[in-house]
């Protein structure tokens, strides 16, 4: 089976940098996949890692070590909007596309 | 624009009773896949569909069912054997050639036991 391991809760001032942590447990694995949650909404993909290393798009990186099975999402410049959930989610061998979602980290951005 | 439509937002379900939740894309993309979340709780994969007129269970399929008729159509199905329905269930589809393999979400439909 799959399991992921993400902290339930991260709090930080606006301006400021978060590291939301995730560690993995998988048969298969193909890579770590970011989504971010407001309140009652829609999931939106954030960023796709295969292979080791960071992957930078604006104010949000990601990175994975595959040995490690362990990976981070960056958050650079907070803004009050990004005050969200944030899931970790592996793409296993399961299936092609498949994937297992954490269970979220609340990031609350206080002013 | 394109994207994934849920409806209804919200629905109300008696004991007993089945009900159908709707899920139409205009994405063209292949897979498409349903998740049930409760609250502060992640995703849990239900059923997914990776062509039409094929599908496979999730971790979590006993009590619900699938069709998968049309490419742009994927009802989910919430049957009287789900014991506990009340979640809000969200539909997702992801296009085969893409390489970051990321899945564009529905709004949801909020589901109450009444």
């Known amino acids: 089976g799959q399991s992921l391991e993400q902290p339930s809760e991260v709090t930080a001032v606006e301006g400021a940098i978060v590291q939301i942590n995730c560690t993995y447990q998988t048969s298969g694995f193909y890579g770590l996949s970011w989504y971010q949650q407001h309140d009652g909404g829609a999931p939106t993909f954030l960023s796709y890692?295969?292979?080791?290393g960071l992957e930078e798009t604006g104010r949000f990186s990601s990175f994975l070590s595959r040995s490690d099975s362990y990976g981070y999402l960056l958050l650079q410049e907070l803004q009050m909007k990004d005050s969200a959930s944030y899931f970790c989610?592996?793409?296993?061998?399961?299936?092609?596309?498949?994937?297992?979602f954490g269970s979220g980290t609340q990031l609350t951005v206080l002013p | 624009d394109g994207g994934i439509t849920q409806s209804p937002k919200y629905l109300f379900r008696k004991e007993g009773q089945n009900v159908t939740l709707s899920c139409e894309q205009n994405l063209n993309h292949d897979a498409m896949y349903w998740y049930r979340q409760d609250p502060g709780q992640g995703l849990r994969l239900i059923y997914y569909?990776?062509?039409?007129?094929?599908?496979q269970k999730g971790d979590i399929a006993e009590g619900y069912s699938v069709s998968r008729e049309k490419k742009e159509s994927f009802p989910l199905t919430v049957t009287s054997a789900q014991k506990n329905p009340t979640a809000f269930y969200l539909c997702?589809?992801?296009?085969?050639?893409?390489?970051?393999?990321?899945?564009?979400f529905g709004s949801g439909t909020r589901l109450t036991v009444v």
């Open positions: 989610a592996v793409r296993h061998s399961g299936s092609a596309r498949q994937l297992t």
């Open positions: 890692n295969a292979l080791d």
């Open positions: 997702a589809s992801s296009a085969r050639q893409a390489t970051n393999y990321g899945y564009t």
């Open positions: 569909s990776q062509i039409v007129n094929d599908f």
